[in-house]
């Protein structure tokens, strides 16, 4: 499960339409609606400035976020739109799904080396490269993996990390299947390829 869903706090809304969402504005609180999940919706307002917060964090669109609205309880929610203001590029409306613990969604998992003193290749000096600290998968909204593991031991410089190698949590999958992705590699040391180089060279002029 993942370890910590960040909690997304907002209040509910009185009034709907065009006018209480303006007044909402007025007051630095963007208008949002929650939907879905088998509920009624329920138009809710957040702060302009923890929003933006985020927004500018990243990812909030693939984030699920644990919303605290009081009155309510708890629930499970995730991004499904930002309406921007057209001139000013600021949000305006939010748009966030309710999910049932049975809901597949796409969301970024951290990946966590291990075994780093078990690597050949580490231990001679070589250097990980890791070309995705995430992974996109699809995962069920009621088993979210805290991250994916991947054991370096047993690894020479030149071996590559590719998603096939890392063992996935059962019910979840890349959302990128047409290729078998590169997640790290161990390269060599920048003074171990000078002198291999220097060697090839050696070995061309003597022959």
Do not use: W
């Not at 969402?21 to 939907?35: K, N």
């Not at 979210?144 to 990390?161: F, Q, R, T």
């Amino acid at each position: 499960m993942a370890g910590e869903i960040p909690d997304l706090f907002a209040t509910e809304r009185t009034g709907t339409g065009k006018g209480a969402a303006r007044q909402a504005r007025r007051e630095h609180f963007v208008p949002g609606i929650v939907y879905g999940g088998g509920a009624e919706p329920l138009p809710i307002n957040l702060k302009y400035n923890e929003l933006l917060k985020r927004l500018k964090a990243g990812r909030f669109l693939s984030t699920l976020f644990n919303l605290k609205v009081e009155g309510h309880e708890d629930v499970r929610v995730i991004c499904r739109g930002v309406q921007r203001d057209v001139v000013k590029d600021l949000p305006i409306h939010v748009d966030l799904m309710r999910l049932r613990r049975t809901s597949r969604i796409n969301l970024f998992i951290p990946v966590e080396f291990v075994g780093h003193e078990k690597s050949p290749g580490l231990k001679r000096g070589g250097v990980l490269t890791v070309v995705r600290p995430e992974v996109e998968l699809m995962v069920t909204a009621g088993e979210i993996p805290e991250k994916l593991v991947v054991d370096l031991s047993g690894l020479n410089v030149g071996d590559i990390v590719h998603i096939s190698d890392v063992a996935l949590p059962e019910g979840t999958r890349p959302t990128i299947t047409d290729r078998d992705f590169v997640i790290a590699n161990i390269s060599a040391p920048s003074g171990l390829r000078s002198a291999d180089g220097e060697a090839e060279e050696g070995e061309g002029e003597e022959g």
